[in-house]
């Protein structure tokens, strides 16, 4: 069974429709990707499967529980974690404090502490500035804190909206590294990224969204040879040329 | 120069009162967003629990100081959970509405309860003085002062080292970011006012030897607002120390300026203030970010 299951799930704000009846799987162990143009519905499918935004329609259901429209500081203790899209960290906090709270549904203060030491190791840079505050981190840093204090929770299943967003390549390089780590560490990943070539290159399965849909899903691999999201998500054209934006209209997606 | 000194204390003494209901109202303000114009009237309800336990009831002081605060963490938690918690999601106007609205009602629920009479509340401080060299200071504000002192101290520490305060603090500062790290906001929302009534009890009995108890006491709010603005409105250091410092200031229009304008002075020294500092002794200009 599926550790993550949503089912024909609608969304809105308002009058606007967010979710057009989303179905999708995350297998446990595997990271998924869940791909997309801006505005596509990506980040209301995560914050539908978190509790931030209730569905109008549909279910969620997280390690075979019943989770539709449940709180989300429940959510955490049941162990998913969301890594919001600009990682809502708590600028006024220090780095430590940060990281504190993340675990705060822990009572296990000992290994609470050793857990601090963990991300530490996997991000230094987070020792050397734990008593700053956490709004004075450059956006990297800040990415690698949102991403270890939703650790701090012990998640099963990690919810990441956007890693690598405004990151420079060597540490977009870094972040993926380490959601590699974590998949190691048996934690299932469903990752949100307009970066495509980066998801499809660690994810093991991903879907593709517009508009409020999902309209392809297959293996990663799969979908790393597919030609249609190879010219529109990778930037590969069929002979292995840039594909010019210019031309982007001429060509019609194949799935519509 | 005695006369000043005494002065400077009982102003300070009165100060630490209006300081303390600051401090709930602006701990209020910072976590939930709402500006609680019935903080004073809550103050007020503090005081004739206190009254109550004490008087009526025959409880020790301290025992009764206690019990009131106690029924004040209960009631602060239940104003939120049945009065603010369903206007979340509705403008600041259906917000102001509303604690007006229970400042007129816990005006008037008082004089039900426990009549518009003025009450005295005896305290173990009642009518004993404290001797420095050659200075006479009432027991009653020396009391005030330390128990306030301890009081600041005791936040600070909860606020600076406990978890749950760290958590309120995170909670004010990004709502939403509390909810993804799994802290239960509306829960802790109950907890701060909780928290923030029961300093406004603490102060209710504290003010209860100076100004009596009764029905009107809690316009002592209408001085906790300038404080808090004086100090940089959701700045607590800067509610405490300007809660401190209208209190002096009234105290001292009554030595040095003619009669009549120690009612006024905390506001012509707001005006003042904000005239040349406009966001407050302590407070930052934040920038919202869209």
């Keep these: 069974m599926a550790l993550l299951e949503i089912a024909n799930v609608e969304a809105s704000y308002g009058a606007v429709q967010a979710l057009r009846g989303i179905t999708l799987k995350v297998e446990a162990g595997a990271i998924v990707a869940l791909l997309g143009a801006n505005g596509a519905g990506k980040t209301s499918?995560?914050?539908?499967?978190?509790?931030?935004v209730d569905p109008r329609r549909g279910s969620v259901r997280f390690d075979g529980k019943d989770i539709t429209g449940m709180e989300p500081d429940r959510l955490v203790g049941l162990g998913m974690s969301h890594v919001p899209e600009g990682r809502e960290i708590f600028r006024l906090r220090t780095v430590h404090e940060n990281l504190i709270l993340g675990a705060y549904r822990r009572n296990d203060s000992a290994?609470?502490?050793?857990?601090?030491?963990?991300?530490?190791?996997?991000?230094?840079?987070?020792?050397?500035?734990?008593?700053?505050?956490?709004?004075?981190l450059s956006g990297g840093q800040q990415q690698m804190l949102a991403i270890s204090r939703a650790l701090m929770a012990r998640p099963r299943l990690i919810l990441l909206d956007e890693p690598s967003l405004g990151l420079a390549p060597?540490?977009?390089?870094?972040?993926?590294?380490?959601?590699?780590?974590?998949?190691?560490?048996?934690?299932?990943?469903?990752?949100?990224?307009?970066?495509?070539?980066?998801?499809?290159?660690?994810?093991?399965?991903?879907y593709i969204m517009e508009v409020g849909r999902i309209v392809l899903e297959d293996s990663a691999e799969a979908l790393r040879n597919n030609p249609t999201v190879r010219e529109f998500y990778l930037g590969i054209s069929q002979e292995g040329t840039e594909t010019q934006a210019g031309q982007r209209w001429k060509r019609k997606k194949q799935w519509r | 120069m005695n006369e000043f000194f005494q002065q400077l204390i009982s102003g300070t003494a009165v100060g630490c009162v209006y300081a303390l209901v600051a401090l709930g109202f602006v701990l209020i303000y910072k976590a939930t967003d709402v500006v609680n114009f019935a903080?004073?009237?809550?103050?007020?309800?503090?005081a004739f629990l206190g009254l109550t336990f004490i008087d009526t009831l025959h409880f020790p002081y301290w025992l009764g100081v206690i019990a009131a605060v106690a029924c004040m963490t209960v009631f602060g938690a239940l104003l939120n959970r049945f009065l603010l918690r369903p206007l979340a999601g509705q403008g600041i106007l259906s917000v102001i509405v509303v604690t007006l609205g229970l400042s007129i009602l816990l005006r008037a629920f008082a004089s039900v309860?426990?009549?518009?009479?003025?009450?005295?509340?005896?305290?173990?401080?009642?009518?004993?003085?404290?001797?420095?060299?050659d200075l006479v200071l009432s027991q009653e504000h020396v009391a005030i002062i330390v128990l306030t002192v301890l009081l600041v101290a005791a936040l600070y520490a909860f606020f600076r080292y406990s978890r749950l305060g760290i958590a309120m603090q995170a909670t004010s500062?990004?709502?939403?970011a509390a909810y993804y790290v799994g802290i239960p906001v509306n829960r802790v929302h109950s907890m701060i006012w909780a928290l923030g009534a029961a300093i406004a009890g603490i102060a209710g009995i504290m003010l209860a030897p100076i100004?009596?108890?009764?029905?009107?006491?809690?316009?002592?709010?209408?001085?906790?607002?300038?404080?808090?603005?004086?100090?940089?409105?959701?700045?607590?250091?800067?509610?405490?120390?300007?809660?401190i410092i209208i209190g002096v200031v009234e105290s001292m229009a009554v030595l040095y300026l003619p009669e009549g304008f120690n009612n006024v002075a905390a506001y012509l020294l707001l005006l003042i203030v904000l005239m040349v500092r406009p966001q407050g002794l302590f407070g930052v200009q934040t920038k919202r970010r869209v």
């Design chain 1, 45 to 52: 499918v995560l914050k539908t499967i978190s509790g931030i």
């Design chain 1, 111 to 136: 290994a609470i502490a050793s857990d601090i030491e963990r991300m530490y190791s996997y991000f230094p840079i987070l020792r050397e500035r734990q008593r700053q505050r956490a709004g004075l």
């Design chain 1, 170 to 206: 060597l540490l977009v390089k870094e972040i993926f590294g380490i959601i590699r780590r974590l998949r190691d560490e048996g934690i299932t990943i469903l990752v949100v990224e307009q970066n495509a070539n980066m998801a499809l290159d660690v994810a093991d399965y991903g």
């Design chain 2, 39 to 46: 903080h004073g009237e809550v103050m007020m309800i503090g």
């Design chain 2, 113 to 133: 309860m426990w009549g518009p009479e003025t009450f005295p509340l005896e305290t173990p401080f009642s009518r004993k003085v404290v001797r420095i060299a």
């Design chain 2, 173 to 176: 500062e990004n709502q939403l």
């Design chain 2, 211 to 243: 100004s009596f108890v009764q029905v009107n006491m809690g316009y002592v709010g209408l001085k906790a607002f300038p404080a808090a603005v004086l100090g940089g409105f959701g700045s607590i250091p800067g509610a405490i120390v300007g809660g």
